[in-house]
């Protein structure tokens, strides 16, 4: 059984930064993405970033390229998401996600496997 449990959400300031982290469990995930979604209230889920297993791909949606950096460690079975300069528009649940993609590595409909979501709010 695949489980995904994120952590490092929580209150910041417009213009900090937070790291959020995903913990994975379960069979091997040879050959998964990994990624990041998120979803504020009365809005659809929004991707944010992707990773290759090999860690050699990175993905970003545009909304926050060139603020946050997704990063892995394989040997922890771990994805992390560095958020700088963060903004009130930021504020949503934060949602860990795997799966071997065969499509659009920015559908959520491509991932098999998610974490519970971790609330990540922004202050102006």
């Known amino acids: 059984q695949v489980q995904l449990v994120e952590s490092g959400g929580g209150l910041v300031q417009a213009g900090g930064s937070l790291r959020l982290s995903c913990a994975a469990t379960g069979p091997t995930f040879s050959n998964f993405y990994m990624g990041w979604f998120r979803q504020a209230p009365g809005k659809e889920r929004e991707f944010v970033s992707a990773?290759?297993?090999?860690?050699?791909?990175?993905y970003y949606g545009s909304s926050v390229k060139g603020r946050f950096t997704i990063s892995k460690d394989n040997a922890k079975d771990a994805v992390y998401l560095q958020m700088n300069s963060l903004k009130p528009e930021d504020t949503a649940v934060y949602y860990c996600a795997a799966g071997r993609i065969i499509g659009i590595v920015t559908n959520g409909n491509q991932y098999r496997y998610w974490g519970q979501g971790t609330q990540v709010t922004v202050s102006s």
């Open positions: 990773i290759s297993w090999s860690g050699s791909t990175e």
